[in-house]
Each structure stands twice: as C-alpha cells, then as structure tokens.
C-alpha cells in the first residue's frame, strides 16, 4: 500500500493545487466525548476528475499518510502521485515513502480504460455486451471483439501489466469496441443492466485450491452472472483444472434451473497464453457452459439518493449512536464522523446488504447532504438503508 511517512507538520491548507491535485478539504476526527483519542485526518482531493480520500494517521512521533481504503482511487500509480503531490504541497520532510513510480503506469487518459465510476454513472450501450473475467495476455479477448465488431466487449482483469499489455494491442489493432476495467470481477456485475448481455468468459480462472473463498464462482456470482444475460445468453468457464471444475458444477446442477453443457478437450479458435502450456503438459481442458433461460427484473440505476437539507450537526454528532442498527434484509452502521469546520462535517459509515455491505462517506453542510463518491448502487438493501439513513439524519 503506498504511504509516505513525514515529520510532523502544520498539516494543509485548503483548497489548494499542485500539478494535476486539487486539495479540496481537510477533515479531523470527531472525538465523541473521549479527549484521548488521537486525531486522525481525511484529505480530500480530485485527481483526473476522480473524487478521492487520503488518510493521515499519527505513527510514532510522525505522520502517515495513504490512501483512505474506503474511496479507492486507482490505478496504484494515481495514488502515488496524489500522495507525492500532497508531500510537495505540505513541504513534508519525508522520512520514509514507497511512492516512487515502478514502471507499471497505465494512462489514466486511455480511451478504452474505464475506472470503474464510469460503469456506474455513464455507460450506455444499444449494443449486445460481452464480458470477459481475468482477460490476461488478452488473445482470446482481441481474437472476439475483432471477429464480433458490433458487440461490445468489457474485459475485466486485476493485474496491471496485462491490462496495459491488453491495451497496446487495441491501440495497435485499432480496435474500437473494447473497454477495459481494472476492478474485481465478482463486484462488477452489479454495475450492468439486467438482461443485456450475450456472453461471459471466465477462462482458466485461478484455481485458488487453499483459498476457495477468493474464487470467481460462488452462488452470488451465478446469481448476478443470471441477472445479466439475456436469454440465451451464456458464462462460460474453460479451466484445466479437475478441482475448479467440480466445484462449478456442483454449484450450476444445484440451480432451481438452468441448461448446463459440458465439453471436455474441446477445441477453441483461439488459444491463450495458458491454455498453450496447459496443452504442452498434456492437461484436460473442461468447459461448462450455463445458458440463460428467464429474464430478470431490472434493476433501477437511477434512484433518488438525495437527502433532505435540515440537520442539526451539532446535536446530530453528540446523539450519534455508532452502534450498528441491524434490520431483516439490511443494516445501517454510523462509524465515525470528521470535522471539516463548525458547519461540516464528513460521515463514515457502513451499510446495505450483510453479504455485500457498502462502505461510504456522506458529506453533511448547511446546504448539502451528498454521499462522497458519488451515490450507492440502487440495490433493494441500499435503498432501504438510504431511507433509514436520511431518517437518522433529521
Ligand atoms: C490464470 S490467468 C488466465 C488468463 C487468461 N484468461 C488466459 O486464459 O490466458 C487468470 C487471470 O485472472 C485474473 N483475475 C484473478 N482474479 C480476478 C478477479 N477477481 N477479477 C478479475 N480478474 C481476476 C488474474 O489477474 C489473471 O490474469
């Protein structure tokens, strides 16, 4: 995780700028009746038109600061720069950092790198999807969306340098219809509109044999992965591993529904990095294939996330209960709260569904009530917290 340690110092102005930061505001953690607390601080700051948190903790006789792990800002390498930029700014004497670039730097301004905040708010499509999960060298990504120019391609991958690898051959090839994320496959999928895509890849995912929880299918992921497809519509694992293989069948033939086919050695007009070597050690490739059968209920992407502007912050932050309010299908968490100035204040809070619970921050003044970041998800659970939230606001 990237942090810079640095001596003590007056902390920050703001707002204020240096190269591509802009500093919007310093928050100090509220100490809820106990004078011992050690403050810690929230940085705000807007990179690349990206929103974004940085923490600043006491550690030893110094300071620390890093990325707040809530408001994920990447690539890793806009994180050091953030972080290199707000030692410039504050003229810290730096008494140990590991921010110095390695190499691994993706343009965050490439066309067909999206963060994943674009999903969220902007990405629209008349055009049948095809997702690709752990694209790796690419081969078999490249090789689809030039054979399918009018679909558009997603390809998902969480190591860098594959991404960056993915992206020169689209630059090279010209090709237009794919957008890469860099972001974990089994969160995305809630970021899609139901019923809008027509194929998902999930070719020779790692096996995580020691860590099954880490793995790509689970019942959530074949949940979401139905949510989406149209009818018809297919995921598709290809693995070479037996164990991997097992377990997803397990999983798809205990579906209420589902057509499921399985193929073994099957030949592909492409094959991957992996699969060649997989193949040279003379290893079974399996493929299971789940076709769509229904159409699902679509999810509402644009619910009303506004909250009401009349709130007490003084009285609000002294009758604060941080304990977790725990409801049937959601629960709402008030954490912590930091102090901008008198009139804002930042809160920190938890909430949702207990399977995927949403951290986030609300952003309280006199004229505004906003979640930082940008809204939550509309899941049910979200929603239902969001009325609860505002509630508890008043
Ligand atoms: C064994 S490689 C296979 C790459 C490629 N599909 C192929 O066949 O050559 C698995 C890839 O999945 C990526 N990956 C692992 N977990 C992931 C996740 N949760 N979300 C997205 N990508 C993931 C890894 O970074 C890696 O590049």
Redesign the pocket.
Known sequence: MPHIIYKKNNILETPSQCEDTVFDFLAKSYNFNNENRIPEYKVALKRDGVECLLTIKSKDDNFMVKADNITRLTPVSLVKDALNDFATITKAEILSSNTASNGEKIDPKKEYLKDINYFVNDFNTDKEIYI??????????IHQAEKNPDIQFIG????TP?IEQMLKQVEIKGIKNILAVS??????MEFINSNRVGKI??????PWDKKPH?R?YSNEFINEALRVLKIDGKLEL?TDSRKYFDYCTDLLTNLPTGKITIDINKDLEVI?????RWRKQGKNIYDVVLTNYANDEDINLNHDFSFDKNINLDKFLKNMDRKAEVNEDYFVHLEDAYVINEKTVLLKLTFGSFNKPLSKYILINETEIRYFQGNPLPTSANIKAHTRIQELLK
């Open positions: 690709e999960i752990g694209f790796g060298s690419g081969r078999h990504l998902l991958e969480i190591h594959s972001y974990d496959a089994r969160l995305f890849f999930v070719h020779f995912p790692v880490r790509i290809r991957s990095k992996y699969e060649d």
